[in-house]
Structures are given as C-alpha cells and as structure tokens.
C-alpha cells in the first residue's frame, strides 16, 4: 500500500504522489482559481450518481485532499467512506479539512493506491475517483481492482478532466486547460506541475475509449456524462459477471 519513496535530491516523478506531496499546501486554493469553482459542481454530480443506503461503505481512491470524499458524505447521510491517496501530505491536508467537517466521524482516510487497493472482495457500496485515473500507470488493473471490491449492484464512479468540446465556446475552454492553466498554475504555486497537468489532460483517451477500457476490466457502463463543455468527464460503471 504504500507508495515508492524518490531518493534525495532527485524531481518526483510526474503524477506521482511526491509530486502532489510538492504542492498538497496550495491544491485547494489552486483548483478553485484555475476551474472557476466549477470542480464543486462535478463532484456533486459523481456523488449523486452513487445509490446508496446508511450504513454502505464507499472507497474514495485518489482522494487528494478529501474534497470528493466530504461531498459524498453531505450527499449521503449514514454511509462511511475510506479516503485513500498515495501523497501523505495531501491527505495531512485533507484529515485537516475533514476534522473540521460535521462528517468527521464518518471519514477515514489511509494512504494507498488504487492499483493494490487493501480491501476484501466485494467490500464497497460505491467506488469514487477524481481527478486521479490519468495519473494512474495501470489504469486497467486500477479498473480490476475498483470492480473486485465494489459489491455486485454497486456503482463506480469516476471523474476526469478531459480535452473541450469543439465550437466557439470548447475553443475557449481549450485555451484555458492549454494555456492559461499551466501558466497561471506555475506563476501561482511556483512549481512545474500544473504544466504537466495540461500534457496528462491532452493524453488521457478519449471518452469511448475510456469507457471501452471500463467494459474490458469487468464493468458495465451506465453511463457516460460530458461535463461544462466536455472539460470534466464523468464515467458511471457496475460490476458485471465475476471478477476481471
């Protein structure tokens, strides 16, 4: 579970959890300038896409700074929710947040990765993943895993950012995830890594593609929902059949 270390002195690795680690203390602030406060609205729509019941588990993967995970717990009173991310200091940031949150007993967080997720077969009402699957290596194993623990009739939802639809308004929105995200990003956090992010946004598949991924690791898609112009993707899938 947990992640490999970067030895002294050398530049983490690209969508690595050391590279989160560089700038878990600005993520937040970040994320709300560079979507225009968009990001709130996507995670309230990933979480209603679960369908859960008190008392469910849901396995928050990628959860950064717990955002996605203390949506899910407002939308859905009386479930509990595993919060894992490979950046201790991302998730020193969201045990922070969520201590302050009227669901801090209902939040447990664990660092982990979503290619070798310690959890039983079948463990999980609902799997939740934002912004988090295009940092993933093995994102068909990552797939696997998420199926072989959600239960048969849970929901998987993942939300990704993803490159604008065409038309004058998509042309906007490219320009702000191709040039102004990178640069304002990098001005603001004084780190390289929101350039990367607009070069993992430009090679994430596109959405068929990804939802064909989804089918080949054991999953039904439900459904396939383009978000504020195509910026933001979000994916909704069930196990089907035995274990991929």
């Known amino acids: 579970m947990t992640p490999s270390t970067v030895a002294p002195g ?4 690209d969508g690595s959890g050391e590279m989160f680690d560089r700038i878990a203390g600005r993520y937040d602030r970040l994320n709300r300038i ?3 406060g968009l990001d709130a609205g996507w995670r309230r729509a990933a979480a ?3 369908d859960l019941s008190p008392g469910d588990r849901v396995l928050d993967l990628a959860t950064g700074t717990g955002d996605l ?5 407002a939308t859905w009173p009386g479930v509990e929710i595993d919060a894992t991310d490979p950046s201790a200091k991302m998730l020193a940031v969201a045990v922070g947040k969520i201590a302050y949150s009227p669901h801090a007993g209902r939040i447990h967080v664990v660092r982990g990765d979503a290619t070798t997720i310690d959890a039983s077969d079948g463990g999980y009402a609902g799997v939740t993943m934002a912004f988090g699957i295009r940092n993933v290596n093995d994102r068909l194993g990552a797939l696997r895993e998420m199926r072989r623990v959600t239960r048969r009739g849970g929901r998987i939802a993942i ?3 993803a490159e604008p639809e065409r038309g004058i308004l ?3 929105a490219r320009f702000h995830i ?6 304002v990003g990098a001005w603001l956090s004084g780190e390289r890594e929101y350039r990367y ?4 946004i430009a090679a994430f598949p596109p959405a068929s593609e990804f939802a064909d991924m989804i089918r080949a690791a054991g999953l039904r898609v439900l459904e396939v929902q383009s978000l504020t112009l195509g910026v933001a993707t979000l994916f909704v899938a069930t196990p089907e059949g035995e274990p991929a």
């Open 48 to 50: 209603r896409a679960l």
């Open 10 to 13: 050398t530049a983490p690795q």
């Open 197 to 200: 992010l607009q070069r993992s």
């Open 34 to 36: 560079l979507s225009v």
């Open 69 to 73: 995970a203390l949506t899910v717990a």
């Open 170 to 172: 998509g042309a906007l």
């Open 178 to 183: 191709h040039s102004v995200v990178p640069r």
């Open 159 to 161: 939300l990704e950012l």
